[in-house]
């Protein structure tokens, strides 16, 4: 078995209103590339913040007395404060200017996914409002233009904690199920698998970030020849219900 | 850019003993696919943990009155317990039947990475004693055996906070460092990168899952194409510093 991750060069800068679907199939084209169906297209999130709008002009930005205070408390500009506390659903934790919140759509990520790189100064993006709702509009206008059958990720990268350094995970996805329930089948021993839920989206989208690197300028890339199970799927089927949580 | 991973079918039961290197050699050629300097070979820990030995019955366990009094408690059978007690260094959570220790080796995880899935039954397995040091023999056996310079990484299935499902992560790394820090390097707007460092063993881990699957036996993966930053490296850069983990 063998897969593919194919980097995809030459997308331009986005802007508000750009058609990614349309960039991404011309700049496949550009490489020489043909889509196939059954091919992973993962897309990282800050070029569909960009298309979808969700930049903000920190000037434009004034920030309530709670952000003030907790600006001056984390060494954070208050209207950065203001933008984070906006998104946030929930804060889990804040330590050492690290503010870890529960976004609305339930990812527990650092800044809740306010950032400012790869973005024009003077601005900070937002997470998609909704990011399964994004891969599935990409998804849909590949099949409208080309007739071909792709699955769609969004990706975003995230802390997570105990281990050092940042992953990228799944944040939106389309035509896939972004877990795999191994519960119930039985290894080469006859041994039952008890618990283990691969998380797929996830693994797929670490994989396509080792083509993008963060400097790159490569926001796009193709995964050819994994077999994943097709279906509806949502990204908030990968975030652990607080239920089941032990962390929260 | 393009990377590749190759599944690596065909190698066979691992005892006690056998010598990876050269099983996986067999199998590459077997294949009919060369090795090449720079391609990383990604491990499964099973079969290394099964190679070193680190398999115990569970008959021969002697569980400790702790050991009896933490199985009642949480429904295990309590020379399981006994067995996870000894991997862990501290016990990090306890609810619900789930146990996440902290291992010798400093990995946060459920059961302190002790396994019963993918070896004979009666037994259960545990995480090698110094994974980087099996993956630099592996890597070491290679350069030995084909004269060719290649990474090696042993990875394991791990939970993680906040999110459902598993993937698989970096336990062990030889020949290349696990994390890239892009702290201070500007991005194509130039804004300087303040936090991202990239735990690229982990998503070389997470990529070679998905060819390796859970029932598939292909516990050997090869990932081509991918210019990883060379030098000595160690699993242990991925484990956070309890000084700066806000979850422990």
Known sequence: ???????????????????????????????????????????????????EGRLIKIDEIIPSKLAIRMGRLFKKD????????N????IVKMARAIIIVETKHGFICANGGVDQSNIPKGFVSLLP?????SAKRIRDDIKRLLGIDVAVIISDTFGRPWREGHVDVAIGVAGLKPLIDYRGQKDTHGYELKVTMMAIADELASAAELVMGKLNNIPVAIIRGYPYPKGEGSARELVRRASKDLFR
């Open 78 to 85: 208050p209207r950065l404060m203001e933008v984070i506390l």
């Open 1 to 51: 078995m063998k897969v593919e991750i194919i980097g995809v060069k030459g997308i331009p800068e986005v802007h508000r209103g750009s058609k990614l679907a349309e960039l991404i199939i011309d700049s496949i084209k550009k490489m020489g590339i043909e889509l196939q169906n059954g091919d992973i297209i993962v897309v990282t999130q800050k070029i569909v913040s960009k298309a």
């Open 129 to 133: 409002v909704n990011p399964d709702r």
């Open 87 to 90: 998104e946030a659903k929930r």
